[in-house]
């Protein structure tokens, strides 16, 4: 099978006994083709044991602030303020431009839960609206497309993903997913609903995604569960669950916190690259009438 994640064999790693693991890879995923997305793409995975999403946060923001800083000044495209003073040998290679735009890549990175940038950008309280069961005709309103059949956590997810994530350009870390949508993240203790995870978010587009990893063995096979039954309504096809990994949480897996950060989508933002493919040797193209195929 092609891969669609780095992760469950590095958890099975902390099972084993290691405290700090990581793996830069290639991972495929049947997305199709847009200018941020190519069925093949390079990510980097960490894990460490005994520690949660705020350490990952962390790490992220280290990462991706000395990655912006080792990138050679040439390299950096495009008009904007920012970019015209690193030309003139000014200002700080954490300010730069991307698609024209200054962004600003100095730390500390702000963090919203979802639920408030979405009270933000959509004046209504999510939180409120799923307890009082009036978040989907909120979301309808909002002009948010649902599908038949999907959970409210699936649908808070849908408000987020359709209004608000678009709307973010200097790097921001969204915290506090659904666990409808995180079937590996550790619920929150103050409310069930939600998981301790992260996404970061740059130029409108996740750059990482993170979380306190989920080590209760019945609670994941449960997700598991629920997740291949909604795979097999949605798309017709019944996927086998990864009994290895249940069986290595079930070994015993200490607390951890697990980091992904797609390595292409980070070089598009640090060299200003408009799409996937111009940071990738050999991008999936559409040929002229034909079905996909690498160029």
């Known amino acids: 099978y ?45 894990y460490e044991a005994y520690a949660d999403y705020n350490d990952m946060r962390e790490l992220t923001e280290a990462i991706v602030v000395e990655a912006a800083r080792a990138v050679p000044l040439a390299e950096v495209g495009g008009g904007g303020e920012a970019s015209a003073e690193l030309a003139r040998g000014e200002g700080s290679p954490l300010r730069r431009s991307y698609g024209g735009r200054d962004l600003d890549l100095t730390p500390p990175f702000p963090a919203k839960t979802m639920a408030r940038l979405i009270e933000e950008v959509c004046g209504f309280d999510p939180v409120r609206a799923w307890d009082d069961g009036s978040l989907e005709p909120r979301a309808r309103q909002a002009g948010v497309e649902i599908e038949p059949g999907q959970g409210l956590g699936t649908v808070f997810n849908e408000v987020y993903e359709q209004k608000v994530e678009r709307t973010l350009f200097d790097p921001t870390f969204v915290l506090d997913y659904p666990a409808e949508v995180s079937p590996l993240a550790r619920r929150r203790r103050d409310d069930p609903r939600f998981v301790e995870r992260f996404e970061l978010v740059v130029a409108g587009r996740e750059l ?11 609670d994941q096979r449960a997700r598991f569960e629920e997740q291949a039954r909604r795979r097999e309504l949605d798309e017709g096809v019944g996927y086998p669950l990864d009994e290895d990994f249940l069986e290595a949480i079930e070994a015993g897996m200490p607390p951890a916190g697990g980091l992904g950060i797609g390595l292409d989508r980070l070089a598009m933002l640090l060299t200003d690259s408009p799409g996937i493919r111009d940071v990738l040797l050999f991008p999936t193209m559409r040929p002229q009438g034909g079905e996909e195929a690498e160029v």
């Open 2 to 46: 092609l891969r669609i994640a780095i992760e469950l064999h590095l958890k099975r790693l902390l099972v084993g006994g290691y405290r700090r693991v990581y793996e830069i890879g290639r991972v495929f995923r049947n997305e199709g083709l847009s200018p941020r997305h190519n069925p093949e793409f390079t990510m980097l995975e960490a």
């Open 208 to 218: 990482a995604n993170a979380f306190s990893e989920l080590n209760d063995p019945v």
